[in-house]
Nanobody
Framework: QVQPVESGGGLVQAGGSLRLSCVAS????????MGWYRQAPGQQRELVGT???????NYADSKKGRFTISRDNAKSTVYLQMASLKPEDTAVYYC????????WGQGTRVTVSS
């Protein structure tokens, strides 16, 4: 079973931008429905948004506007572009294969300093 692998986390100042990447190797990547989630310290994991194989996206209401999910099927990669970051965006960000099977990555930590 394929496990997605996230990268791109780190420390960024408030107001800055960051792009996370998630690689999910496999010949069926182009049909995978993928999702980005995050878990802030002491909080439950929450959905950021999802993207279908064809590139259709859906975002949690609170994430619309500053977060953009995209994918490059040729590279088996999904991206999460984050802009105007705030300290409350500090979290571990997880990539998930939602369909055709469920698989979570290990997460990448994003810290936004004020």
């Amino acid at each position: 079973q394929v496990q997605p692998v996230e990268s791109g986390g780190g420390l960024v100042q408030a107001g800055g931008s960051l792009r996370l990447s998630c690689v999910a190797s496999g010949s069926i990547f182009s049909i995978m429905v993928m999702g980005w989630y995050r878990q802030a310290p002491g909080q439950q994991r929450e959905l950021v948004g999802t993207i279908t194989g064809g590139g259709s996206t859906n975002y949690a209401d609170s994430k619309k506007g500053r977060f953009t999910i995209s994918r490059d099927n040729a590279k088996s990669t999904v991206y999460l572009q984050m802009a105007s970051l705030k300290p409350e965006d500090t979290a571990v960000y997880y990539c998930r294969i939602i369909s055709p099977f469920n698989s979570w990555g290990q997460g990448t930590r994003v810290t936004v300093s004020s």
